[in-house]
């Protein structure tokens, strides 16, 4: 039982934005400002692509972004591209302080 | 080049014990609070304990509570996992990871595989 809850899928085709939810509690999400998302490939370890709920790390196109609001936090993708294919993971601090389950992003 | 590398994974009896360690080296380990993140086949990551910049605390999942024992040695730039009492649910890739701020893991080793069987 993970501590936050994603989706676990979602898909877009190319060019197309896609939103993945991540929905916590007071206690994590919705009372910290310490969310952050992982884009992982197969086989592959997690990478940071999101921190602090909507900062990116050097070198991460800007067609990530990440919001909050309330207890559920969002990682959106636009313009998707094929190379954007892989699993995401949210992560928060606060609470019993984990991930979430995990959502594998399908470019159709 | 920053970089950390896990080793140490492997085929263990059921009840049997393990020690990981990582090696850290191209950044300043002493002045990160480091982290034990594992996944089970096919599923999501799991935060399995993490340990102040000097050692001074360590917090654990409660799964894993008294069974597991994270360590460093700075000096070395070097983190550890020691594992006992072994069950088939620890069976999972071990990742450890640089916490740059309350849950925030900016640095990834490429993960060792236990096995428990």
């Known amino acids: 039982q993970s501590a936050l809850t994603q989706p676990p899928s979602a898909s877009g085709s190319p060019g197309q934005s896609v939103t993945i939810s991540c929905t916590g509690t007071?206690?994590?999400?919705?009372?910290?400002?310490?969310v952050s998302w992982y884009q992982q490939h197969p086989g592959k370890a997690p990478k940071l692509i999101i921190y602090?709920?909507?900062k990116r790390p050097s070198g991460v196109p800007d067609r990530f972004s990440g919001s909050k609001s309330g207890n559920t936090a969002s990682l959106t993708v636009s313009g998707l591209q094929a190379e954007d294919e892989a699993d995401y993971h949210c992560c928060s601090f606060g609470g019993s302080g984990g991930f979430g389950g995990g959502t594998k992003l399908t470019v159709l | 080049e920053v970089q950390l590398v896990e080793s140490g994974g492997g085929l263990v009896q059921l009840g049997g014990s393990l020690r990981l360690s990582c090696a850290a080296s191209g950044f300043t380990f002493s002045s990160y609070w480091m982290t034990w993140v594992r996944q089970a086949p096919g599923k999501g990551l799991e935060w399995v304990a993490n340990i102040k910049e000097d050692g001074s605390k360590k917090n654990y999942v409660d799964s894993v509570k008294g069974r597991f024992t994270i360590s460093r040695d700075n000096a070395k730039n070097s983190l550890y996992l020691q594992m006992d009492s072994l069950r088939a649910e620890d069976a999972a890739v071990y990742y450890c990871?640089?916490?740059?701020?309350?849950?925030?893991?900016?640095?990834w080793g490429q993960g060792t595989m236990v096995i428990v069987s």
């Open positions: 602090e709920v909507s």
């Open positions: 990871a640089t916490d740059r701020a309350s849950f925030t893991f900016n640095i």
């Open positions: 007071s206690s994590d999400i919705g009372g910290y400002n310490f």
